[in-house]
């Protein structure tokens, strides 16, 4: 158990130490230049476990393009966008409120009903962006409101992906999602070339960054869940606003303020309350097992 807790704890910081990679490269970088770069090398990447033969279904190759449109288009181009006009540190806070979106888009998409811990988390994670708007520590109106624009794109694909779960294996699916966006990426990406600053350094930054958020930290993710309760590894996402925090002050030098730790705080809080586990009693947890296997 203790290996796939690892597992988790090394996928999430993974994620979180890539929004201050992320925040470097979009200073070399166009951002269709670095999505292209990054979803094609990580489909060369993930093609061999991929095993893919023929192409999926219609319906299921819809809706991997949408996840890709909206998980990792929408979702890079705004964060890219976003870590041009604002810091690392806010990013990764902003970023925190991604449990607590995903709950109020499953109520209000999927007619999920949510528990009154589950709006308690809605709103604390309101409270916490006030928070860090309010303390001014890097806060910008347009930074920050195009991080949680790319908060509610990875919203939608995760709705998406939950909809379409188990339509593929895992590998197959991203390979699919990440080809996809390159295609897209391409022709955009050829016109932003030529403004393209090519360092070893950046070449070497986007390498890290292929291999770690798109390869990586997703086989330790799924390799945790393999053992470890959804409730539980749920948790684990809280190392991905701190370790962005973190990574932020350490690495860049950024400013790290009263009011940042109270947005921090409050942000993590409402993660704790998204991810903990249902307190059902035995009987309810038979009549939902009982209705999950028809």
């Not at 964060?79 to 607590?100: C, D, E, I, N, W």
């Not at 589950?118 to 994670?125: D, K």
């Not at 950024?254 to 409050?266: I, K």
Request: hydrophobic share 60%; net charge positive; proline share 4%.
């Amino acid at each position: 158990m203790i290996a796939a807790y690892a597992a988790l704890a090394a996928s999430m910081a993974m994620v979180g130490a890539n929004v201050v990679i992320l925040k470097i490269l979009a200073e070399h970088l166009p951002i269709f230049v670095i999505l292209f770069l990054r979803s094609g090398l990580a489909a060369v990447l993930i093609a061999p476990f991929a095993r893919v033969r023929r192409l999926p279904p219609r319906r299921v190759l819809g809706n991997l393009m949408l996840q890709a449109a909206f998980g990792t288009l929408a979702y890079n181009i705004l964060l890219l966008a976003g870590l041009q006009r604002t810091g690392a540190v806010q990013a990764g806070l902003v970023l925190a409120t991604l449990p607590s979106v995903i709950a109020l888009g499953a109520a209000i998409g999927l007619g999920e009903r949510l528990m009154p811990r589950q709006w308690l988390a809605v709103g604390l994670a309101a409270l916490g962006i006030a928070a860090l708007a309010h303390g001014g520590g890097g806060f910008s109106l347009t930074g920050d409101g195009l991080v949680f624009g790319a908060v509610c794109g990875e919203a939608v694909y995760a709705l998406l992906a939950r909809r379409a779960a188990g339509s593929l294996p895992i590998m197959q699916a991203t390979f699919w999602m990440q080809a996809a966006s390159a295609v897209l990426c391409l022709p955009i990406a050829l016109g932003q070339f030529p403004e393209a600053r090519l360092t070893f350094t950046v070449v070497g930054l986007l390498v890290v960054h292929s291999l770690t958020a798109s390869l990586l930290a997703l086989l330790l993710w799924y390799h945790g869940m393999k053992t470890v309760k959804a409730g539980v590894a749920g948790a684990f996402t809280a190392l991905l606003p701190a370790t962005a925090t973190l990574a932020g002050v350490a690495v860049l030098g950024e400013a790290f303020t009263g009011s940042d730790a109270v947005g921090l705080a409050v942000l993590l809080a409402s993660i704790l309350l998204i991810v903990l586990p249902d307190r059902a009693p035995p009987f309810e947890v038979q009549r939902r097992l009982r209705r999950w296997s028809r």
